[in-house]
């Protein structure tokens, strides 16, 4: 176990040995992730909304995204891909909850159920051929969370009330990208991946701001 734990991983265009810096443009691109913590943290601050363990809770997990995905990028082990997948689907899971629970203020009931819904169904997209679509199949179920959270923040007229859909956009266009990698390393050598970094930092932003654009403002 733990030998497979340190097994050198490849799975990207740009990564042509096991070298720490084979992914220069890969690891480099996750200072989106840091940005976007950075920016929502800014906002966070002058909503008056710092003191929320929730806000907290979703900067602090952009900022492990993008340590995770440096470390992934960089040593390239399987380890690090879990330190990479896994603060994502925290993300994923937690910000659903908050959501559900401060901004649409659905009971915990039904936001246990969404939650639940969630987490089998993206159990059951991961049990698919994690190949297709260069692995982006695993972020179907996220996609289709966000598109829909995205409708009800427009129709209920949520402050911000575009901002979960422009979010839905640029995250449809980041899969993109992210898929294409593979495919077009004949004639791009480092690959698209870096630009699904770039894109998803904004969404992330996007749907913390979102999120915090619906707290009400308090006194530090």
């Known amino acids: 176990m733990q030998s497979q734990l340190f097994m050198p991983m490849d799975i990207y265009c740009e990564r042509l040995n096991i070298g720490f810096w084979a992914e220069p443009f890969n690891a480099i691109s996750n200072i989106s992730f840091f940005l976007a913590a950075w920016f929502a943290w800014r906002l966070a601050r002058d909503k008056k909304c710092t003191n929320s363990f929730e806000v907290w809770a979703l900067i602090s997990l952009i900022t492990i995204i993008g340590i995770g995905s440096f ?9 690090t891909m879990y330190a990479d997948m896994i603060p994502i689907f925290v993300y994923q899971s ?7 629970l401060k901004v649409a203020r659905f009971s915990p009931l039904v ?3 969404y939650f639940v819904v969630f987490v089998i169904a993206s159990h059951e997209v991961n049990m698919m051929r994690v190949d297709w679509l260069n692995g982006s199949v695993t972020y179907a179920i996220a996609l289709l969370f966000i598109v829909g959270m995205g ?3 427009w129709w209920t007229n949520k402050k911000a009330p575009y901002t979960l859909l422009v979010a839905s956009g640029i995250f449809i266009v980041s899969l ?3 898929s294409l990698d593979f495919a ?24 913390a701001s979102a999120y915090i654009a619906n707290l009400p403002s308090s006194s530090k």
């Not at 937690?94 to 559900?100: A, K, R, S, V």
């Not at 791009?188 to 749907?207: A, E, K, P, Q, R």
């Open 71 to 79: 470390l992934f990028h960089t040593l390239a082990l399987r380890w």
């Open 94 to 100: 937690l910000f659903l909850t908050f959501y559900m």
């Open 111 to 113: 936001a246990a159920y």
């Open 151 to 153: 409708i009800y923040h």
């Open 176 to 178: 993109t990208f992210r």
């Open 184 to 207: 077009v390393c004949e004639y791009v050598s480092i690959g698209t991946h870096l630009i699904w970094h770039i894109l998803i930092g904004v969404v992330l932003y996007l749907t």
